[in-house]
């Protein structure tokens, strides 16, 4: 049996531990050792880390710091203290379910083209009480349709996808890279597989094998996290090597191709959030790596609308997403696709939910990012489904004369609703255009 390392790193952790070590002591695979490093504790986390250290001594063992000195430094002392086949890091307050390490292990022997992997994840409160799963992101449904581009595709153009603590990989993966890096307090971990997913190649295993837990007094809910993001992400293109290793896997064929997706990704995620959305347009006018790229066919599009998007000048009814209005937003939608119908469910658009001005709200990103499904159904089967469902959904009927439509619905409805069921829709094609971004190039250029 291979030898798995897992690290540790902990700090004031007294509260949360003893339920980390226990996790690991009650994994089905036992071929483990745990090192764990106490980075300068004031509370009790030494002396619980000390009393497992003493009763399983053949397979734990601590590393002690009296003056802390950071999540980092200690990631990369406990990377040089280990030398398992495998490496796996969990955080201290977080924990494993009990065939982490056995499903973990089974895919890197069964499966060696990937040199690591990765799984799912639940949330859980300071009580170990069930918060929610992780939150529904596109990418998990393309790993486990094993579409080739990802995760190097959204860890590239939207953020860290991986669960840091739900990987496992072959120990040449840490010793061959430069540690996680010193500049970054708070996005280390996304520095960190960034490179690796230039480097190497990532696997997924669909079943949730961590459990992280929120609570209100965590120094990562501090609001630094994004903003620590974006510069990771800026200074990675920077790395032209391994910039052009990732977004050849990711599918994209030039530097600016990848760069266009790149952008876009970041105003989706960032769109509604006013500081992060500042440090991205300073990002993005100010990193001279960007200065050929707003030369390019691609950079002269997208500076248009960003310059759009920044103002909030729209020049523009207000009309335009009200439902019952000729040429509305599912009109705009059913002529960008070349569709007869459009429908959406009333939680992807929110304005109604708040006063003020509706261009204003969709331009803080008060539509939720979601690709748009296209599919054909039959005109009457879709007549009654809106009947039957009013208020659960807007639509448009654009074309009322064709019996067979041409219908678009959000990837969240697809994939979430069985709404495609409901309404026997058949020819089914992802566009992979957003909807929030279809609208603003639409109503922008």
Request: overall charge neutral; proline content about 1%; aromatic content about 14%.
């Amino acid at each position: 049996m291979s030898m798995v390392s897992v690290i540790m790193p902990a700090y004031n952790a007294g509260d949360f531990i003893s339920e980390a070590i226990e996790s690991i002591i009650k994994q089905s695979y036992q071929n483990w050792n745990l090192v764990i490093l106490n980075d300068g504790s004031i509370d009790n986390t030494k002396s619980i880390a000390e009393k497992y250290t003493k009763k399983y001594s053949d397979k734990i063992s601590l590393i002690n710091k009296e003056k802390n000195e950071g999540t980092v430094s200690g990631l990369n002392a406990l990377l040089k203290s280990v030398n398992g086949k495998y490496i796996c890091w969990l955080s201290a307050d977080d924990a494993y379910t009990s065939y982490m390490l056995e499903d973990s292990v089974k895919f890197l022997e069964n499966n060696k083209k990937f040199d690591l992997v990765f799984s799912d994840y639940e949330t859980i409160d300071e009580n170990s009480k069930f918060l929610q799963e992780s939150v529904f992101k596109k990418v998990i449904e393309e790993l486990k349709e094993n579409k080739r581009f990802q995760p190097y595709k959204y860890l590239l153009t939207s953020g860290c996808c991986i669960h840091g603590c739900t990987v496992m990989a072959r120990n040449f993966c840490f010793k061959e890279t430069r540690g996680f890096n010193y500049k970054y307090k708070y996005a280390h971990d996304y520095d960190m597989w960034l490179h690796m997913a230039a480097l190497y190649n990532i696997g997924y295993i669909d079943k949730i094998h961590v459990k992280g837990r929120e609570y209100s007094w965590q120094i990562s809910k501090q609001g630094n996290n994004e903003l620590d993001a974006i510069d990771v992400l800026f200074d990675f293109i920077h790395d032209k090597e391994n910039f052009r290793k990732l977004y050849k896997k990711s599918g994209f064929d030039n530097d600016n191709e990848a760069i266009y997706a790149l952008i876009i990704g970041q105003l989706k995620e960032y769109k509604h959030r006013d500081k992060e959305f500042i440090h991205l347009i300073s990002k993005l006018y100010n990193d001279t790596i960007l200065d050929i790229f707003w030369k390019s066919d691609y950079g002269n599009q997208l500076c248009k609308i960003i310059k759009k998007i920044k103002s909030g000048i729209w020049n523009l009814p207000e009309s335009i997403f009200e439902d019952n209005k000729e040429n509305n937003y599912l009109y705009m939608l059913c002529e960008i696709n070349n569709i007869d119908a459009f429908i959406i469910n009333n939680q992807a658009i929110r304005f109604d939910r708040f006063e003020g001005n509706s261009l204003e709200r969709f331009n803080k990103g008060l539509m939720r990012s979601n690709d748009i499904i296209i599919g054909k159904i039959n005109k009457e089967n879709f007549i009654k489904f809106v009947s039957d469902n009013k208020d659960k959904y807007r639509y448009i009927l654009k074309n009322e004369y064709k019996r067979e439509l041409l219908l678009g619905m959000s990837y969240f409805m697809y994939k979430k609703m069985n709404i495609t069921d409901e309404l026997n829709m058949t020819s089914v094609l992802d566009t992979g255009e957003d909807i929030w971004w279809q609208l603003c190039k639409y109503i922008m250029c």
